[in-house]
């Protein structure tokens, strides 16, 4: 029998992920409907016609894959996030019950954000914006200038895939480069031209401050008002991890205050409304958690989540896996099932 892969009907070019899992030989079904932009929390209803009797699952990003929902589905084996953020997926829970978790970090994603924190990084010291406007609205040279991005420093909050690609592509720069990750040993830093460093130190020195983490108990709300008060005066903030990683509220404050200015594409609400004031702050670029996106990443995606997941199912682990210390515990799950379920 072919192996069942429940697939969310939230997915961009879904039909593309459809026909990819069939022409592989697996059996496709596609979610619940939802409403469009809604969080969607599965019923027990939805979770027995759709789960139950599931190998695999690709993921909508708004909707919530619990423990419960994992814990009745006896047969999954593995589960896919078509993009870089899994927090929809309760990767813990996952992990207990050895099933692998694919995610999307394909080099057309990872190094796409990689080239919109620099791009971000030199626009802000430069003053980017502010000379934009000044042409648009009728006026012409903008004081003070800017600065060069040679000499700066720049604090990365998250050496994991994202931070190392950034390291790499400002090796050339000139410009010092700090990082704080628990997960980072400093050989693999000092070989990226890194140092690391506690957040206190990162946010007290840098002169922009890039947030590089996945969203997870440990870093929501990491940054707060007293993190932003240790920021130097004229200080630049990036954020293209998760809104939920930062207090938008004291961020604004802190802009109003002392902080030169912030990239933010990622918002604690999405889409963000339309009034929210961090759309339209004169010190603030803002962009639609896109700001990475690119069409060959697009391109890229559909194709990425079928072969994470159809690799699973043949046995053999997914190119991309959030929670790689689940491996022995998957194969295990995997041999009580009977072996993998497509062959």
């Given at each position: 029998m072919a192996?069942?892969?429940?697939v969310?009907?939230?997915l961009?070019r ?5 026909q990819?899992?069939?022409?592989r030989?697996?059996a496709?079904?596609l979610?619940?409907?939802s409403?469009?932009?809604a969080a ?13 009797d599931?190998?695999a699952?690709?993921?909508?990003i ?8 994992l ?10 996030s ?18 692998v ?6 080099p ?5 954000v990689a080239?919109?924190v ?41 050496l ?26 400093k ?25 590089q983490v996945?969203?997870t108990?440990?870093t ?20 293209t ?18 902080l ?9 609400e999405e ?24 069409e ?20 053999q ?9 689940v491996?022995?515990?998957w194969?295990e799950?995997?041999a ?8």
């Amino acid at each position: 029998m072919a192996p069942k892969v429940v697939v969310s009907r939230q997915l961009s070019r879904v039909e593309e992920i459809v026909q990819g899992l069939a022409a592989r030989g697996c059996a496709p079904v596609l979610g619940p409907e939802s409403a469009s932009g809604a969080a969607h929390v599965f019923s027990r209803a939805e979770i027995g016609e759709y789960f139950a009797d599931a190998d695999a699952f690709i993921a909508g990003i708004r909707e919530r894959y619990s423990r419960d929902l994992l814990q009745a589905a006896p047969r999954l084996t593995v589960g896919c996030s078509t993009i870089i953020g899994t927090e929809n997926i309760d990767v813990d829970a996952a992990t207990d019950l050895g099933i692998v978790i694919g995610f999307g970090a394909t080099p057309e994603n990872v190094l796409g954000v990689a080239e919109a924190v620099v791009m971000l990084a030199a626009a802000l010291i430069k003053r980017l914006p502010h000379k934009w406007a000044a042409m648009r609205e009728g006026g012409y040279r903008i004081s003070p200038a800017g600065h060069m991005v040679r000499g700066s420093t720049i604090g990365m909050i998250g050496l994991g895939n994202v931070g190392q690609a950034v390291a790499r592509r400002l090796a050339g720069w000139e410009c010092r480069l700090i990082a704080t990750d628990p997960y980072v040993s400093k050989d693999v830093a000092t070989e990226l031209g890194v140092e690391l460093v506690d957040l206190e130190t990162l946010l007290g020195c840098s002169d922009v401050v890039s947030i590089q983490v996945v969203l997870t108990g440990e870093t929501r709300h990491l940054l707060g008002a007293k993190e932003f008060a240790l920021m130097k005066p004229g200080a630049y903030l990036i954020n293209t991890s998760r809104g939920g990683v930062l207090d938008e509220d004291a961020l604004i404050k802190a802009l109003d205050d002392h902080l030169g200015g912030a990239a933010l594409d990622v918002w604690r609400e999405e889409p963000c409304p339309p009034g929210h004031p961090l759309r339209t702050h004169p010190r603030v670029i803002a962009t639609a958690h896109n700001v990475a996106h690119s069409e060959e990443l697009y391109a890229r995606l559909p194709g990425a989540a079928v072969e994470n997941v159809t690799r699973a199912l043949r046995g053999q682990e997914p190119l991309y896996v959030r929670n790689p210390a689940v491996i022995p515990r998957w194969r295990e799950r995997l041999a009580r099932l009977g072996g993998p379920p497509l062959r």
